[in-house]
């Protein structure tokens, strides 16, 4: 870094611009923070607030493993088990796991691609508040009846007769609310992406985590508004008088499925393409290498996306169908499992031989693609209907999601986290702690969740609030739920570094890790404006690129 | 006054040969050989929670089966699915760690990275292709012996025509010969009816079935959505209300002389006592059914005799209103 010494030769640069800043709208910062505009600190109230609810959603889950912890446990009242099952669903899809990638998104997208905001940035502001609202409209039922019916809600369960409360009432305005937050969020992030690019970055040198927020963004677009209705519809048939899924009325109660996993099978995807993303930008920073193929990689993440828009049909196996049409979703949702093979092995090659930094973020993305794979595997046995005939509404596929979405897309959340927290606070994380909360969260997710495949098996079915001592379930229990008290352990410490280090962190310096993409160009954190000068791209790395255009410049002065 | 927050194309690009002043040193890696520890270590309790609960006790590694042969198969299929499942795992896995034992050095200072050039993108999809064409023949080549139950013997209850359901499968041995039993479902019993007559004699909680014999469960619903679920006797199948859905098995002859008892319970949500809507099927020797399905029905018949004689004596008390229809 001689170059940062007095240029005497060097090509003349801009003045930093200061006079430009906006100047913020209010003195007090606290005001800022409700008022703001500004995508990074929308970021920044999404994932606080996610993060927050990922907390409450683990407590539920705690409770729920106490509860199995033993056979014939009184501890928890069946009414309140099935609460606690149907909140922590609720809270971990829609208030925490996919707020807080539109929070990544929200922070990332603009200062990836070298913009100085989102191209909506009141919509984006707006998609924030109504996510909140979500959030606190699903909470505030803990003071009334919470839903009971299961973060999935099927009529006729959910109807008015079997759901009485307005709990469930606040899990659909929940569910409008969360919903037209995540649409508001994709249409401003696609908008960005396509019109905000800087100078020469072209759409073959878009950063991997932009592509995979523009396929996510896609795929909410789509899909999302389906499930918005079907759940107003939902709301009409409780109190308007409507029979859409009522079938004493001439409605169908599966209709409400063929609906909801329109979305829901699609909205896997919304949630593990960015992780992907993240990894696909982790990777290549840590083995000082580029990331081996740029083009298939992207190619498959929008294989996958397009592929998850017609394999609803892989969620109900189980329903009056024929084998035909089972066979059809069959066929599909094992193809998903092609672009998902070539997007790992072009990971593995991307590391392979590679003398690599073991760093936080790179343990986490290396985590997250070891569960993430035996998380895909099973599903493969999902997949195969009439295996699924035995595995569908069991702990094996109680596990295997937590496999995918815990194991691939938390471990990937984290990944970003820890990857970003640098640039998102302008401190380091105690590296130490880190690695030592990987280390249990990566072991106890193992315990907690691997004897669940054995007790799937072994036909426990889900959301059952008791099991008798003539099942045999009992030792397998009692390991899932030591490990799940490791694992909320584990969480708390990767918590509390956090909170340490905002304040008592190392200085992170703009580029800690020696990124590839164009926010490790700005301060940590971000100025308002974000880049005073926006660099030309040259390729798809472009902080590769100009760090080798000073080492030369540097060179050559001698 | 325009404000630059929303002019991100205003001012002029340019390419760097410097980093602006901000700019500064990388934080400097740890040492290698602890973390090489830490990773072995880690890899190692990783492993360990594996199989230590196999020590503890006995792990499930497949569904159940033995009980229909519909289940049996079903695990045959598991199993393929499941070993070559296993062998990509270990492969992928092991690249994983081998590329963490690695780690430590100077970043790039090792091997160069493999080239890009060649198919190596068309040649893994080519072979990831391949693999689920492989698992998709696998599963067609067992679905006939999954969904189509086998002849059995006689039944010694005749079989009943089935409606043809356009859309749902319905299950048929090649002979015809099967016993139909209607299962339905409520919160938070089943109850299983032998015919469709309204006077067809019906048990609750546990049906008992004859041995050597198709029966083929016409599954409904009378309030939410259950799933009928006996593991060994096959797979899950919802009973959702406005359809019927269909479920086959074939038991072996009992070794008991009480017959034979396969549990499972209800596998789809169904509201506050979810965990207590248990079922369970007893096998018996073709004989030993005609004999308890002809006790049942004469039992129904009591039952129904004292309710109509009660209700008289109680309706002549004047204690509840007199619902018998009118003499013709």
């Known amino acids: 870094m001689s170059a940062t010494a007095e240029p005497t030769t060097a090509p003349q640069l801009p003045e930093v611009i200061t006079s430009e800043v906006r100047e913020p709208r209010t003195t007090h910062k ?190 909410i677009i789509i899909a999302l508004p389906v499930a918005i209705g079907a759940s107003v519809m939902l709301l009409t048939d409780r109190h308007f008088g409507t029979a859409f899924f009522d079938a004493t009325a001439g409605g169908s109660p599966l209709l409400w499925q063929q609906l909801f996993w329109f979305y829901g099978q699609p909205q896997l995807y919304v949630l593990l393409l960015p992780v992907f993303g993240v990894i696909s930008e982790i990777l290549p920073v840590f083995t000082g290498r580029k990331l081996f193929g740029y083009k298939a990689i992207v190619r498959s993440i929008f294989a996958i996306a397009a592929l998850s828009l017609v394999t609803w049909g892989a969620h109900l196996f189980t329903v009056p169908g024929s084998s035909v049409v089972n066979s059809i979703f069959m066929i599909g949702s094992l193809l998903i499992a092609v672009p998902i093979a070539v997007l790992v092995l072009n990971w593995l090659a991307t590391i392979s031989g590679a003398s690599v930094k073991l760093d936080s973020p790179f343990l986490y993305a290396i985590g997250c693609v070891a569960l993430f794979v035996g998380g895909a595997i099973a599903g493969l046995l999902l997949a195969i209907f009439p295996v699924a005939w035995q595995l569908d509404d069991s702990y094996f596929q109680v596990a295997q999601f937590h496999d995918v979405i815990v194991g691939g897309g938390v471990f990937g959340v984290l990944a970003a986290l820890h990857y970003w927290f640098p640039k998102i606070s302008g401190r380091m994380l105690n590296e130490n702690i880190a690695k030592a909360a990987f280390g249990l969260v990566f072991v106890s997710f193992l315990i907690t969740f691997l004897v669940q495949y054995s007790l799937g098996l072994d036909g426990m079915p889900r959301r059952i609030y008791e099991y008798g001592t003539a099942t045999g379930w009992q030792t397998e229990n009692m390991i899932s739920t030591i490990g799940s008290f490791l694992l909320g352990i584990g969480l708390i410490l990767v918590a509390a570094n956090f909170i340490r280090s905002v304040s008592a962190g190392a200085k992170a310096g703009p580029d800690p890790w020696g990124g590839n993409t164009l926010e490790w160009f700005s301060p940590s954190p971000p100025p308002a404006n974000n880049f005073d000068v926006i660099p030309a791209v040259d390729s798809a790395e472009p902080m590769r690129d100009i760090r080798a255009a000073v080492a030369s410049s540097s060179n050559s002065q001698g | 006054m325009n404000s630059p927050v929303f002019a991100p194309h205003r001012s002029a690009s340019l390419r760097l040969t410097r980093l602006p002043r901000y700019y500064s040193a990388a934080v400097s890696p740890a040492s290698p050989s602890l973390k090489k520890k830490l990773l072995l270590a880690l890899a190692a309790s990783s492993f360990a929670s594996l199989f230590l609960p196999a020590l503890a006790g006995a792990v499930a590694i497949e569904p159940r089966s033995g009980g229909s042969p519909n289940a049996d198969s079903i695990v045959e299929l598991y199993r393929i699915v499941g070993i070559i499942g296993v062998v990509v795992l270990l492969v992928v896995e092991g690249a994983l760690l081998a590329s963490l034992l690695k780690g430590g050095g100077e970043r790039g200072s090792a091997a160069a ?193 004292s309710s109509v004689l009660l209700r008289s004596k109680l309706a002549n008390e004047g204690q509840i209103p007199d619902l018998t229809p009118p003499a013709n």
């Open chain 1, 30 to 219: 606290w005001v800022d923070w409700f008022l703001t505009v500004d995508h990074k600190q929308v970021g920044v109230l999404y994932i606080v607030s996610a993060l927050v609810f990922f907390f409450l959603g683990g407590t539920e889950a705690l409770l729920m493993r106490l509860q199995l912890g033993v056979a014939n446990n009184s501890l928890i009242t069946p009414d309140a088990y099935n609460q606690l099952f149907t909140m922590h669903g609720t809270t971990m899809l829609f208030l925490f796991l996919a707020p807080v990638i539109t929070g990544l998104a929200s922070y990332l997208v603009p200062l990836m691609i070298g913009a100085r905001a989102v191209a909506f940035p009141r919509l984006n502001a707006l998609s924030y508040w109504l996510f909140l609202a979500g959030g606190i409209t699903l909470y505030a039922t803990l003071f009334f009846t919470p839903p009971s019916a299961g973060w999935t809600s099927y009529p006729p369960l959910s109807g008015s007769v079997y759901s009485p409360s307005n709990g469930q009432d606040a899990w659909i305005f929940l569910f409008i609310l969360t919903g037209v937050a995540s649409i508001l969020s994709a249409i401003t992030m696609i908008a960005t992406i396509i019109t905000m690019r800087a100078p020469g970055l072209e759409w073959n040198r878009l950063p991997v985590f932009c592509w995979t927020i523009v396929a996510h963004a896609l795929l």
């Open chain 2, 113 to 305: 990275a493999p080239s890009e050039g060649g198919n190596k993108q068309i040649v893994w999809t080519g072979f990831a292709t391949a693999f689920v064409v492989v698992l998709a023949v696998i599963t067609f080549v067992e679905l006939p012996s999954i969904t189509t139950p086998p002849n059995g013997q006689a039944p010694g209850v005749s079989a009943q025509a089935t409606r043809l359901a356009s859309l749902v499968d319905v299950p048929n041995p090649p002979d015809g010969k099967k016993l139909q039993i209607n299962v339905s479902g409520r919160q938070f019993i089943w109850r299983y009816t032998y015919g469709d007559r309204l006077d067809s004699p019906f048990v609750y909680t546990e049906m008992v079935v004859p041995s050597d014999t198709v029966i083929v469960l016409q599954l409904q619903s009378t309030d939410v959505i259950h799933s009928w679920w006996i593991p060994a006797l096959g797979g899950k199948f919802d009973a959702v209300p406005g359809t019927t859905n269909y479920a086959w098995f074939k038991a072996p002859t009992p070794k008991t002389a009480t017959g034979d008892v396969y549990t499972g319970q209800c596998a789809e949500f169904c509201g506050n006592q979810h965990a207590a809507m248990t079922a369970s099927v007893r096998v018996v020797t073709p004989a030993q059914f005609k004999v308890w399905l002809a006790n049942q029905k004469q039992r129904i018949a009591e039952a129904n005799k």
